[in-house]
């Protein structure tokens, strides 16, 4: 059974940080793309961040977050981090993370095969 759980997020205010975390579980973790999407109310899912598969020597970002936010891997603990940074009011959504057989962490979603259940992150201004 796949599971993939999302961890850290909470209500900060702006220009605090937070550390999400995706721990995987049933899937052979090196082997998939990881990516972190994030779906505020009333507005479609989008790309945040993701990282390819393996090593994790690729990695993309939304415009909306270049310069604030890294993704990052740790194979040995089958997890997927996200770290924010100067956080804004914009970036308030629920954020899941994702995985994409052999993926190269771009935005596709489609491409995305698992899904966490998501964590709340809300920043106040």
């Known amino acids: 059974q796949v599971q993939l759980l999302e961890s850290g997020g909470g209500l900060v205010q702006t220009g605090d940080s937070l550390r999400l975390s995706c721990a995987a579980s049933?899937?052979?973790?090196?082997?998939?793309?990881m990516g972190w999407f994030r779906q505020a109310p009333g507005k479609e899912r989008e790309f945040v961040a993701g990282?390819?598969?393996?090593?994790?020597?690729?990695?993309h970002y939304a415009d909306s977050v270049k310069g604030r936010f890294t993704i990052s891997r740790d194979n040995a603990k089958n997890t997927v981090y996200l770290q924010m940074n100067i956080l804004k009011p914009e970036d308030t959504a629920v954020y899941y993370c994702?995985?994409?057989?052999?993926?190269?962490?771009?935005?596709?979603?489609?491409?995305?095969?698992?899904w966490g259940q998501g964590t709340q992150v809300t920043v106040s201004s």
């Open positions: 994702a995985a994409d057989m052999y993926g190269q962490g771009d935005g596709e979603s489609n491409e995305y095969k698992y």
């Open positions: 049933g899937i052979t973790f090196t082997r998939y793309g």
């Open positions: 990282i390819s598969w393996s090593a994790g020597s690729k990695t």
